[in-house]
């Protein structure tokens, strides 16, 4: 475990220098979210079947925008070739990294979630599965998002290079997460979807790190 | 002065980057005790050569060896052109993480920022500071850890006159104590330096 603790702090403690880039992605996210109601019909049926899958694009869009500059002031500063020479495996500082980040740009969103699943009429039983979806799903998003952002660090501007590595590979999570709403609202148990999702973290969180790792030395290494 | 433990040997070192030749031919010993100087004009290759050292740079051709137990990195100060230190952050906190990666948790970290002379700015944000400071701020390592290579680049730019010679004592120093350092500049530490030419 060695460096997990220590990066855990670090992360956080550089959220708070820059808050900006915390809170806007919080911003864009509940931004796109209103957009919907607007400028679609604003009939209750409508809004509740599409708010789910609405809510969680939004979602998905706004981690991906947080991830762009997960990796890049490290890789300027000289931070990250400090963590490839130093003598410990790469998989807990990346970790840490990865739930620090989760913390300051997913959580929220998830925190956020019921509020605005209120905003497109679903009813409150529904409202809980909604955030427990993003719950599962969010960090799915950043440990995928983050694989790309590896890779694309070393690019002068790898916005929408990201964007073109990272949303296909968010398909089935999308899938799962938003359909979990809408099976509620049919009357189907869900709990077999929980299930998956929880699947699909436990996956990301445990080969997610190494990943990222190896995308971390590419991007050092040329 | 130099005991004769062969830590380092590099044959026939080549390396290219872009299809430009940065070097070719390059053979290096280096024992336990010695401090070597790599010059050369700018863009001959310096900065690649450390990297290569350190294993930050796998795309040479030649023979690179280690004559050292366990992890290399165990071993390695590496302080690359970039200070390696968040400019969001203090350098106490920088120090600090950079610490914990080494294993390092015990060391005090206010004895080593006082000996790089910034006594007084541990908790002023890297942005605040002045080229100089920043680079003083990652060369507080050297008075931290106990890492037996030093692998330093170009570690006076941007310091003034009486931090030079401070950190060329702490250069020396370490030598003597049995240590390696490789370093890039264009300025010479006393006479016991060996030089390492690169370029045309």
Request: aromatic share 8%.
């Amino acid at each position: 475990m060695t460096g997990f603790a220590p990066t855990l702090a670090r992360e956080l403690r550089l959220g708070l220098c820059a808050r900006a880039e915390i809170i806007n992605p919080l911003f864009f996210f509940l931004m796109v979210v209103t957009l919907f109601p607007l400028g679609l019909d604003p009939e209750p049926d409508l809004l509740r079947r599409i708010g789910p899958g609405v809510v969680w694009v939004a979602a998905l869009l706004a981690v991906m925008l947080s991830l762009d500059q997960l990796f890049r002031r490290d890789y300027e500063s000289g931070a990250l070739e400090q963590l490839l020479v130093a003598p410990v495996a790469l998989y807990f500082p990346v970790l840490a990294r990865l739930l620090g980040h989760w913390l300051l740009t997913g959580l929220p969103l998830v925190v956020l979630s019921p509020v605005l699943g209120g905003l497109f009429a679903l009813p409150a039983a529904v409202l809980d599965e909604l955030a427990l979806s993003l719950l599962l799903g969010t960090p799915i998003l950043t440990v995928v998002g983050a694989i790309g952002a590896a890779l694309t660090t070393g690019l002068g501007r790898g916005g929408m290079l990201l964007a073109l590595l990272v949303l296909p590979l968010y398909v089935p999570v999308l899938i799962f997460g938003a359909g979990v709403v809408g099976r509620s609202l049919a009357g189907y148990d869900v709990d077999a979807v929980f299930a998956l999702l929880g699947a699909l973290l436990a996956l990301a969180v445990s080969l997610g790190p190494l990943a990222v790792a190896a995308g971390l030395r590419i991007s050092s290494g040329d | 002065m130099s005991s004769e433990t062969c830590l380092l040997q590099a044959h026939n070192l080549a390396c290219e980057r872009d299809d430009r030749q940065l070097f070719r031919g390059l053979s290096l010993t280096a024992h336990a005790g010695e401090c070597w100087q790599i010059v050369g004009p700018n863009g001959a290759g310096k900065t690649t050569l450390l990297r290569v050292l350190a294993g930050l740079f796998t795309h040479y051709d030649g023979e690179l060896h280690w004559h050292l137990s366990g992890d290399f990195r165990e071993h390695l100060l590496f302080i690359g052109d970039r200070p390696g230190m968040r400019a969001e952050l203090t350098p106490l906190e920088n120090l600090n993480w950079l610490n914990a990666l080494h294993g390092l948790d015990d060391a005090d970290p206010w004895p080593a920022l006082a000996s790089a002379g910034l006594r007084g700015f541990e908790d002023v944000p890297l942005t605040q500071l002045s080229a100089g400071q920043k680079r003083r701020a990652s060369l507080a390592r050297l008075w931290l850890g106990e890492q037996k290579v030093w692998i330093l680049d170009e570690p006076f730019a941007a310091v003034d006159a009486a931090g030079v010679a401070t950190i060329e004592t702490r250069l020396a120093d370490h030598a003597a104590a049995g240590g390696l350092v490789l370093y890039t500049s264009h300025h010479a530490v006393g006479s016991e330096v060996r030089r390492l030419e690169l370029g045309p």
